[in-house]
């Protein structure tokens, strides 16, 4: 995947690069058994991949980017595919949550953290 130019335009060429060495490094240190068995060329694109899905979603923090990423990871294919993962696609795409409420709600639904609403 390729990066847009509005999409690099919101980062600044130089903070997405800091940024996607920093998901690089959270990858390779949370999950090994997905950074290993690529070539850093290759781990370099899958992060770029997932942070201009993330850009496209709204998510333009370093703390939501590095979230989706987790989650992509986490969830596979199938937070995109599958219907049990509607719910999570549901909450990216709703334009009345901002990038944290949509972190929080999937983080709540997911993982059993605070509920969005208890975070105000």
């Known amino acids: 995947m390729k990066i847009r130019p509005e999409q690099m335009a919101a980062f600044g060429a130089d903070r997405l690069d800091e940024l996607v060495a920093t998901a690089a490094?959270?990858?390779?240190?949370?999950?090994?058994?997905?950074?290993?068995?690529?070539?850093?060329?290759?781990?370099?694109?899958?992060?770029?991949?997932?942070i201009s899905e993330a850009v496209s979603l709204g998510l333009r923090s370093e703390y939501a980017?590095?979230?989706y990423i987790e989650y992509r990871i986490?969830?596979?294919?199938?937070?995109?595919?599958?219907?049990?993962?509607?719910?999570?696609?549901?909450?990216?795409r709703d334009p009345k949550l901002d990038e944290f409420r949509k972190i929080a709600q999937i983080d709540h639904l997911a993982y059993g953290a605070p509920a969005p609403d208890s975070l105000s």
């Open 25 to 50: 490094v959270m990858v390779t240190t949370r999950y090994p058994e997905v950074a290993y068995p690529r070539t850093p060329e290759a781990l370099d694109t899958l992060v770029r991949g997932y």
């Open 74 to 92: 986490e969830f596979r294919e199938g937070m995109w595919l599958s219907p049990d993962w509607a719910w999570v696609r549901d909450i990216l």
């Open 65 to 67: 980017a590095l979230r």
